[in-house]
């Protein structure tokens, strides 16, 4: 399957693409779409104001470094960052919202949390995507291990390239910042491994999984 022209990543946090759908990432740039990226935290208020702001330089690395290898341009639509994990993003449900409807019409597909992430800022950008983008783009959930207590449905698989998977490795263990509190999905062979797992269920090298979440629309 071809897959749409215009693709949007939506996440909470800044290495929340990478580490939900590094490897879809990867192949809109090879396939020459149209990329964009929207985050809404550093982690703020998790980490401290230095480690906050290298965990959003090491975003901004990760998309110069994947637009150079395929020759692609993604779009940082990210603004202001959010505190995370305190209930910032219950309070500010609004402005979120607000960054996906002025989006909404510039994109088909869009990738975000998957609605059963047991993260609290997870949940509500997944919340505000489902509301913002239900009748504009095809929405879909990603693949979080780590938060998933077995309510994850695996509905839309994705395969991926060499490079791809390779580059999602590259991406995640790129996080310096997010190597604290013996986190083990901030491991590129974790993600490697998963890749393996989900490939083997479509008869590819290897794969993405991903949730339906939203319509699909096809146009």
């Given at each position: 399957?071809?897959?749409?022209?215009?693709?949007?990543?939506?996440?909470?946090?800044?290495?929340?693409v990478?580490l939900f759908?590094?490897?879809?990432?990867?192949?809109?740039?090879e396939?020459?779409?149209?990329?964009?990226?929207?985050?809404?935290?550093?982690?703020?208020?998790?980490?401290?104001?230095?480690?906050?702001?290298?965990?959003?330089?090491?975003?901004?690395?990760?998309?110069?470094?994947?637009?150079?290898?395929?020759?692609?341009?993604?779009?940082d639509?990210?603004?202001?960052?959010?505190a995370?994990?305190?209930?910032?993003?219950?309070?500010?449900?609004?402005?979120?919202?607000?960054?996906?409807?002025?989006l909404?019409?510039?994109y088909?597909?869009?990738?975000?949390?998957?609605?059963?992430?047991?993260?609290?800022?997870?949940?509500?950008?997944?919340?505000?995507?489902?509301?913002?983008?239900?009748?504009?783009?095809?929405?879909?959930?990603?693949?979080?291990?780590n938060n998933?207590?077995?309510?994850?449905?695996?509905?839309?698989?994705?395969?991926?390239?060499?490079?791809?998977?390779?580059?999602?490795?590259?991406?995640?263990e790129a996080?310096?910042?997010?190597?604290?509190?013996?986190?083990?999905?901030?491991?590129?062979?974790?993600?490697?491994?998963?890749?393996?797992?989900?490939?083997?269920?479509?008869?590819?090298?290897?794969?993405?999984?991903?949730?339906?979440?939203?319509?699909?629309?096809?146009?």
């Open positions: 399957m071809t897959l749409p022209r215009r693709v949007l990543f939506v996440g909470a946090h800044c290495d929340d990478e759908a590094g490897g879809l990432l990867a192949r809109a740039c396939e020459r779409c149209e990329v964009g990226v929207l985050v809404f935290s550093d982690h703020r208020g998790v980490l401290e104001g230095a480690l906050a702001a290298q965990s959003r330089e090491e975003m901004r690395s990760n998309l110069a470094w994947l637009s150079e290898q395929t020759g692609t341009r993604i779009v639509h990210s603004g202001a960052m959010l995370a994990c305190d209930g910032s993003f219950v309070a500010r449900r609004a402005e979120i919202y607000g960054a996906m409807e002025r909404r019409d510039g088909d597909l869009v990738v975000t949390h998957a609605p059963s992430d047991t993260n609290q800022d997870h949940q509500q950008v997944a919340a505000e995507a489902q509301r913002a983008l239900k009748a504009h783009a095809t929405v879909l959930g990603g693949e979080f291990p998933d207590l077995g309510t994850f449905r695996a509905t839309y698989y994705v395969a991926l390239s060499p490079f791809a998977i390779d580059a999602k490795a590259r991406m995640i996080y310096a910042s997010q190597r604290r509190d013996g986190r083990p999905y901030v491991d590129g062979a974790v993600a490697r491994a998963l890749a393996k797992v989900r490939g083997s269920q479509i008869r590819s090298e290897a794969a993405e999984a991903f949730e339906i979440v939203g319509r699909v629309i096809a146009r």
